[in-house]
Structures are given as C-alpha cells and as structure tokens.
C-alpha cells in the first residue's frame, strides 16, 4: 500500500540538512524498489530546501511509521513535523515514468487538506502534467483526508487549480522537485 511522507524543515535546519545528504539517501536507497515519488520541496528561491516529500510503497502504516521516524534527518531535528497519511496512487506509475521527464518546468506538491464528502478522487482528464496523484486516506484507507498530487505547471495558480477549490479545508502548493540519485 502507498504511504506519503512530507517531512517539514525545520526553520534554520539547512546545514544540518545538508551534512546528513549522505546518511539521508543511504537510508533511502534502503527503499528504492518500492519508492514511487521522492524529492525536495524548495523557498521561493528555487534552492532552499523547505520539506522532504516521499511516497512509498510499504506493506502497512507500522512500516510506514519506521519510514517516516527513523530517517535520519528526522532523528537528527531537521524536520519540525511530519504528514503522514495513506495514499492511493491514481496514474499507477512512479515519477520515473512521468512522460515529461525529471527536468524542464515548473513542479510542485499541492496538498487539498480534505474535510467532508471526498474530493477529486477521480484522475483529471487533462493529465499530462500529472507526475503522481491520488488521495490521501487514513490507515484503514477508509476516510478519506485530502488528496496529493506532484504537477508540472507555469506557476503556482495553475497547481492549486488542479484540485476542486471549494472542496478542502486548505490547499497547500510547494515548489518541489525530482529528487533522489542521478542515474
């Protein structure tokens, strides 16, 4: 099953960011065969890392637990907090299989924080700036709690439009990109 870890920095947290890279994507190679999407998301500055956006495929919210709290930037105090929510993939593919390729525009996370009735369950028709969707659900996987989506888009407001506005508590849109190894 899919799990979505968005680890949050930490105000200040940079340098120790950036000395753990190491230790980060060694914990992370543990994972490669069941990633599905990883990367930073960034300031505005295009460079500044702000959080860590995982989303992986382990076999229950126990393991998805580990995942999230024994990385080694979580363990160190990089992060200030942690989303960590079950996540049904809609397009059935990894970022690696994004037709777009790892480079070349704009990419962001956008994050609909759901309350109510479910929202956007269904992959848009227009998907080919589509890196990775689908919903965010409780452990059970039966509530629904938002939905996730990794975008290539011109700018923020055409992200955010991808989700149903008037849907969710709160939509959240980060700049984010490709991250992991370069093959």
Known sequence: MGFLCYHRDRPGSATL????????????????????????????????????VHIVDLPDPAAARAFAFDEPNYQAGVYRDVLLRR??????????????????????????????????LAVPSDSDELIAYGPLLSDSGSTWLGTAVLVRAPDPDTARAVLTPDRYADIEVHNWRFGGRAS
Do not use: C, K, Q
């Open 17 to 52: 960011r950036s000395e753990l890279l190491a230790e980060h994507w060694s914990y992370m190679d543990r994972y490669a065969t069941e990633m599905i999407a990883r990367g930073p998301t960034l300031a505005d500055d295009g460079g500044t890392p702000t959080g860590s």
């Open 87 to 120: 996540w049904r993939n809609g397009l059935g593919r990894t970022m690696w299989e994004f037709p777009g390729g790892r480079t070349g525009g704009n990419r962001y996370l956008v994050l609909g924080l759901g309350t109510g009735h479910p929202a956007d």
